[in-house]
């Protein structure tokens, strides 16, 4: 019995020092086992450096880097420049196929149609809610536009037409104008 007491009171003293040493503290962290894998010595992305000059972790690319698999582009935002885009581009995918048709409709109603409408005439929502209501995809000026100039406006954006350069991702742009050519097709 007395060994029983004396085992009982070495335990709850055991454990009393435990949590005196190892307990929740407000003032202090608890004690942390091998903590360099949560907190590594590497600098994260965002953090303050004091290795470079400017003092950041995240170095800004070399100018001119192009990032890979993509041609820059070397144009103005001007309607002169959305003209030479159409003298000087050309979709590197073909045109219409089954594929690029289904992938521009996509494209085309997420990101055209709030403002052109679904059938491109102009009457999205947005248009219909006081937004400067874009005239007519259907119309010959739209229609005489060359692929390249779609493409242009696309990335740049037109007079009041905000760019998607940010949103569409190079190819589905293309895409987009193939999409656009079989709206003005399809629709007298
Ligand atoms: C926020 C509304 C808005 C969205 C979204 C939008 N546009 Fe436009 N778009 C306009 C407006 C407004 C104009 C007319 C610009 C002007 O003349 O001031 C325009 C003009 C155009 C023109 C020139 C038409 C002409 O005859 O002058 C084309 C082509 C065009 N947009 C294609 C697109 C395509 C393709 C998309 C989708 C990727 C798109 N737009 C998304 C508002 C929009």
């Not at 202090?28 to 303050?48: G, H, V």
């Given at each position: ?57 995240q ?30 581009l ?25 403002c ?73």
């Amino acid at each position: 019995m007395k060994k029983m007491i004396a085992a009982t009171i070495v335990i709850v003293a055991g454990l009393f020092l435990l949590d005196l040493v190892l307990g929740q503290k407000t003032d202090r962290r608890s004690l942390e086992y091998l903590p360099d894998m949560a907190r590594s010595f590497a600098y994260k992305a965002e953090s303050p450096n004091p290795h470079f000059a400017n003092g950041q972790t995240q170095q800004n690319p070399v100018i001119g880097t192009v990032a890979r698999g993509l041609k820059p582009l070397h144009f103005g935002s001007s309607v002169e420049e959305s003209k030479r885009a159409g003298e000087e581009l050309s979709n590197p995918f073909g045109g219409q196929t089954s594929e690029s048709l289904d992938r521009g409709k996509k494209m085309y109603q997420v990101y055209c149609q709030p403002c052109h409408g679904a059938g491109g005439q102009g009457d999205g929502p947005v248009a219909k809610r006081g937004y400067p209501a874009p005239p007519s995809l259907l119309l010959d000026n739209a229609r005489s536009m060359k692929d390249g100039q779609l493409f242009h406006i696309i990335t740049y954006g037109y007079k009041n037409m905000p760019s998607y350069n940010a949103q569409i991702e190079r190819p589905d742009r293309w895409f987009t104008v193939a999409y656009v050519r079989k709206l003005q097709e399809t629709q007298p």
